[in-house]
């Protein structure tokens, strides 16, 4: 039997040696590929990576003069070759298919034309595109193994639409509760024709209802130009997630956004936290009142208290059951605390909040255990007795006033009116 064993453990030690083994193997053939390929990877570049042109009929028959740099980041000697493809690839003029770059030029330019006359051009409304490819070719003294590295510049003539046409994004600056939540508007008027009034009308909602509804000032557009939209809101709403609907609205024609955005950051207040019928050395139930300032529900929120005495040593770590809020509602939430083997004395601690969706939420607290029960002061300022305790200052209350009154009608009676 002991034998069986050993030769198994044998054949265990064997079979993972024999994997580390191959992973060695394939880790070194890894690293060995690569430093055939690495140098390579910044072989070549170009810059500007983008031409774009806004087509207009004042550009009928002319010939756009451009150019572009090819990089040479390793100062080595290379030969590249040139070539268009895309849908402008007849109207992209090459003076030269092939360039020779020298040890030590960082980077060479290379010219090239835009022909725009109409029997090179087949444009339709939108984006054109064509892209000019820069192919390097290994040289002799390369390995077999080198890569064929390849950049492009891309060109791009925005030809207009027929009549009025938008194109747009919205941007939100996000703010907090009662501050000012921004809305900027780049818009691109992509037709033909001018436009001569164009706004922006916004409403924002939450998953119920409608809240607001804002509108910005009228502007023009001229044809291929760009011009923005700011519109400013005060945020006075609870905190959360809420819908922006954009009508941008352009002479006689809508076009609609939709975006999300957010007010605040998602939040659960800790208000207080008391007991009542505190008997230290038994379980007590600690009654923490929270409330959800998010505008949507929290799903599996729940409470950690822990304590440190005076000396930093930790007496107590404990979490409540998880509990879902509803949006704004105010919860307690019990957490049942067992006391045996605590003392008398002040501590130190936190109590913190926390959800399965990440929601992390930490307050300090001091509290104070003493013959008469316990008090605990949140890091606000505010100090939470015990509910007991705070019930015998009511009787304290109505027993003065009670023995106010009792000694007014005493008085009363000796000295009556004459």
């Given amino acids: 039997m002991k034998r069986e064993t050993k030769t198994k453990t044998r054949e265990t030690m064997k079979k993972g040696e024999n994997k580390k083994k191959i992973f060695q193997v394939c880790l070194f053939a890894i690293l060995f590929v690569s430093l055939f390929f690495i140098p390579n990877a ?28 090819v990089l040479n980041p390793s100062l080595k000697n290379t030969n590249v070759d040139l070539s268009v493809k895309g849908d402008l690839e007849n109207s992209i003029i090459l003076y030269e298919n092939s360039l020779e770059i020298f040890s030590g030029q960082e980077s060479v330019e290379v010219p090239y034309s835009i022909d725009l006359s109409r029997n090179s051009l087949n444009l339709k409304p939108g984006k054109n595109q064509a892209e000019i490819l820069i192919t390097e070719n290994p040289s002799d003294d390369e390995n077999a193994f080198s890569a064929v590295m390849s950049v492009a510049t891309q060109i791009i003539i925005n030809y207009p639409y027929p009549g009025k046409y938008i194109e747009s ?29 164009l706004k922006a009308k916004i409403n924002i909602s939450n998953k119920n209802s409608s809240i607001t509804q804002l509108e910005s000032e009228s502007i023009s557009i001229k ?13 006075n709403v609870p905190m959360g997630v809420y819908q922006a609907t954009i009508d941008l609205v352009y002479d006689d024609e809508i076009a609609t956004y939709y975006k999300t955005f957010k007010v605040g950051e998602v939040n659960v207040e800790v208000f207080d936290i008391f007991t009542e019928n505190f008997e230290l050395g038994n379980i007590v139930t600690l009654k923490i009142l929270v ?8 799903k599996e929120v729940y409470a950690n208290l822990i304590l440190y005495d005076e000396s930093g040593e930790k007496i107590a770590d404990i979490k409540t059951a998880p509990y ?30 926390l959800s399965r969706e990440g929601l992390s939420i930490e307050r300090e607290i001091f509290a ?27 009787f304290l209350i109505v027993l003065v006033l009670a023995l106010g009154g009792l000694a007014a009608w005493i008085i009363f009676k000796k000295f009556p009116r004459k």
Wanted: aromatic share 6%; net charge negative.
């Fill in 324 to 353: 879902d809020l509803e949006p704004l509602e105010e919860k307690r939430i019990p957490l049942h605390w067992d006391t045996t083997g605590v003392e008398q004395g002040k501590y130190t601690g936190k109590i913190r909040i």
């Fill in 291 to 298: 409330e959800n300032e998010w505008n949507d529900i929290l």
């Fill in 368 to 394: 104070e255990i003493n013959e008469y029960g316990i008090g605990i002061e949140l890091e606000s300022g505010g100090f939470v007795l015990e509910e007991e305790t705070a019930l015998n200052t009511g």
């Fill in 169 to 197: 994004s919205i941007n939100i600056q996000e703010s907090g509760k009662n501050e000012t939540t921004k809305f900027s508007i780049p818009v691109i008027n992509r037709g033909e024709e001018d436009i001569e009034s």
């Fill in 42 to 69: 910044l072989a070549i570049g170009v810059s500007p990576g983008r031409k774009t042109i806004d087509y207009t009929e004042e550009m009928v028959g002319e010939t756009i003069h451009c150019s572009f740099k």
């Fill in 223 to 235: 044809s291929m130009d760009r011009e923005e939209l700011d519109v400013g809101w005060i945020a």
